[in-house]
C-alpha cells in the first residue's frame, strides 16, 4: 500500500530553484540563478577568531543545550545590532532562529489556520509562498512598482480581505531588488494601526546597500506612529552579510507573539546552535562587522553596475528593469521587442544551451504569474564573468 501523506503537501511543491540546480552539472556554465552570497566574501579568519575566543569565554555555553529564545550573549549583542539601526529593543524583545526562514515559519505556525487569508508581494520570495501554503493560507498578491508594494492597492487588500497580516520584504527585495519608499514605510504603518493587521518585514538583504543607506526599517519607523509596534514583526539573519553556514536569524515581536513563536520552536529543533549562536555573539563583540560590510558593499556594487551595462549592452530593447541599489538580485522583463523572446521559460532553456544559468520569474508570483520575468544573482559571479554571461544571454534572447 502506498504512503498516505498530510493533505497539507498537495498544496506545495518542490522549489524551482532547487530542480533547476540539478542543471547546472554541465561543465562551463555560469550561473545567475543562485541566491547565495559570494563565500569569498566570508570573513574566515573572523569567524575562526569569533570560535576559539567562544571556547575560552563559554566552553559550556557553547557546546551545552540552550535557551529556546536564544543565547543571552548573542540576544544582547544583537540588541545592540538593531540600535545601530535605529531600533530599541531589549535582549528580551527577540528570539534567536535558525535563519530568517525558520522565522517566517514560525510566524505561519503560530498566525495562520486553514483558509486564512494572507497579502504577499508579487513577486516575493518562493520560500515563503511555500511555507505559508503548507499551513493553509490563501495568498492575495499586492503588486509593486520601482518603489515597492504600491500602498493604494494594498490598502484595498486589506479593506476587501481582511488578512491575517501582510509580508513584505521593504529592502531590496528577492526577487524584485526593489526598495520601498520612505514614504510608503510611513502608509504601511498608517493602515497596519488604522486596520489592526499585522505587518511582517523580512529584511535580509537590508545591509547590502551600495551607495546612499536605504530608508529606516518599518519597525524602526513604529516611534513615529502610535500604536504600530504591536502590529510588526520583524525577521533578521546573519545569512547575507556574515555567513549562511552559521544559520543565524532573529525575530522581534510583541511578547505574545514572541512567546507562541518559542513554544512552536521548542517542538522543532528546541534551540538554534548554540556553537553558532556563541560564534556570532564574539563575532559582533569583536566589531568586526563594519569592515566586513564596507567590503561585501563595495563588490557587489561593482558587480551589479557591471550586471546593468552588460545587461543593457547585450540585449537592448528585448529586456527592461531597474538598476538594484543593494542586495543580490536583479529583476527583469523580456519586452519581445524585434519579434525577440517573451517567455522566460524558454527564455532560461536557451541559456543553458549557452551555458548560463538564471531562474525564470514565474515560481516567484504566488497567483498569476508573469512569464515574462526572470532573476539574475550577481553575487557569485566576478565581473569578468558577469561580462561573459551576458554575452552568452545576449546569444539566448
Known sequence: MPLEFASRLDNVETSAIRELFKLLGKPGIISFAGGFPDSAMFDVQGVKAAVETALIRDPGGALQYGATEGYEPLREQLSLFMAGKGVAVGADGLIVTTGSQQALDLIG??????????????????????????????????????????????????????????YLIP???????????????????????????????????GDLYFGEKPPPSILSLCDHQPGAREWVAHCGSLSKVLSPGLRVGWMIAQPELLAKATMCKQFSDAHTSTFAQATAAEYLRAGRMPKTLDKVRKTYGQRATAMGYALTRELGDAVEFTQPQGGLFFWARLTGAGGKLSDANIFAKRAIDEGVAFVPGAPFYANNPDISTFRLSFATADVAKIEEGMGRLGKAV
Open 171 to 205: 529592502t531590496f527585495g528577492n526577487p524584485s531588488g526593489v526598495m520601498l519608499s520612505l514614504e510608503r514605510r510611513k502608509r504601511v504603518l498608517q493602515l497596519a494601526v488604522e486596520y489592526q493587521t499585522l505587518i511582517v518585514e523580512d529584511d535580509p538583504y
Open 109 to 166: 505556525k503560530t498566525m495562520i489556520s486553514p483558509g486564512d487569508k494572507v497579502i504577499v508581494e508579487a513577486p516575493t520570495f518562493l520560500a515563503t509562498i511555500q511555507c505559508f501554503r503548507l499551513y493553509g493560507a490563501e495568498l492575495i498578491t499586492a503588486p509593486i512598482d520601482e518603489n515597492g508594494v504600491k500602498v493604494d492597492e494594498l490598502e484595498k487588500l486589506i479593506v476587501q480581505h481582511k488578512p491575517k497580516f501582510v
